[in-house]
């Protein structure tokens, strides 16, 4: 079974790509012994120094409500349970509570110890176009929880926190990053003559799309079927399969990253168990055969 860097959230509502993606954190139900009235202390916006090793690359979500951007945090060594119950608890003034959300700041000092935060000092914010449209300084590491799960999240204050039309970030990298031109659309025909090629049955096939990109002519076909996922390559009536999933998944979202490795892009998918409320987020890197799923922070030239 595949390695996950980021682990399943229990009982979302909507399986969609607005959804926010989990870290290799459990879901934890909310203490209801507290007040739920409003509460709101804002976190003071200082920079935190982190490394820049590493370059980070994953979703961007907005908290409800508020200016406030995050992205989520992944443990140095994996999930650990003894250690997310010590950080939990760690959990400073709770700034702000509406409802069932409710986030507490975690010492810094004390994140730097167990998260990879190699990265996260600054980044830049895209459109699924690849057009930046903010940059971020991190300001707070925070423990977030509702009535669905609680994470641990990096919190950034953005320069344009009015934007609505955010989809990923990427940190820690020193020089520019290009735009990729690609296309996604649905070829109902195409998915169909991929899945012919894989063998699968046409009728168990779901969530297909293609994603053209300009500048090699190559179309990816991302598809479902049963309890897989795959991605095939179509290039001069030749085609490749690039990744199958190891373990149940569905890919219900895709995004291009304007950044390639061994010739091929970085691919930032949102993911989840066939039938059921089991969600995460995975970065996809090509190593010159297939794409296999690695950490969001990772090291690029």
């Given at each position: ?21 989990s870290?290799?954190?459990p879901?934890?139900?909310t203490?209801t ?9 804002p976190?003071?916006?200082v ?9 980070y ?13 995050y992205?989520d ?24 509570q ?27 914010v895209?459109?699924k176009?690849?057009?930046?449209v ?5 300001k707070?590491?925070?423990?977030t ?21 955010y989809s ?22 195409l ?10 049955d ?18 990816y076909?991302?598809?479902s ?5 795959y ?12 990744y ?17 490795v ?7 998918v ?8 089991m ?23």
């Amino acid at each position: 079974m595949e390695f996950r860097y980021c682990a399943i959230a229990f009982l979302s509502l909507l399986l969609s790509c607005s959804k926010r993606a989990s870290t290799d954190q459990p879901p934890v139900a909310t203490d209801t012994t507290e007040s739920t009235e409003s509460v709101t202390t804002p976190a003071k916006a200082v920079d935190i120094e982190v490394p820049d090793s590493l370059a980070y690359i994953g979703y961007v979500y907005k908290f409800d409500e508020s200016e406030d951007f995050y992205v989520d945090l992944y443990f140095k060594d994996g999930f650990n349970y003894d250690e997310y119950d010590r950080l939990k608890s760690l959990g400073e003034e709770r700034i702000y509570q509406d409802g069932e959300l409710k986030r507490r700041t975690i010492p810094t000092e004390e994140a730097r110890k167990y998260f990879l935060l190699s990265g996260l000092g600054k980044i830049n914010v895209y459109n699924k176009t690849h057009r930046v449209v903010a940059t971020g300084k991190l300001k707070a590491i925070e423990y977030t929880e509702d009535f669905l799960e609680g994470k641990f999240v990096g919190v950034f204050k953005l320069d344009n926190p009015s934007i609505t039309d955010y989809s990923f970030c990427i940190g820690g990298l020193k020089q520019w990053v290009d735009p990729l031109e690609y296309a996604a659309y649905s070829d109902e025909v195409l998915t169909e003559q991929v899945a012919q090629h894989l063998g699968l049955d046409t009728e168990k096939i779901f969530g297909g799309k293609q994603y053209s990109l300009n500048e090699s002519g190559a179309i990816y076909t991302v598809l479902s079927s049963d309890t897989s996922s795959y991605i095939v390559e179509s290039l001069n009536d030749t085609r490749t399969l690039l990744y199958r999933s190891e373990s149940s998944e569905s890919i219900f979202d895709l995004q291009i990253i304007p950044k390639t490795v061994n010739g091929k892009p970085i691919l930032l998918v949102a993911c989840g168990v066939p039938e059921t409320d089991m969600l995460w987020a995975s970065l996809l890197v090509f190593n010159g055969t297939k794409y296999k799923v690695t950490r969001n922070n990772i090291r690029l030239e």
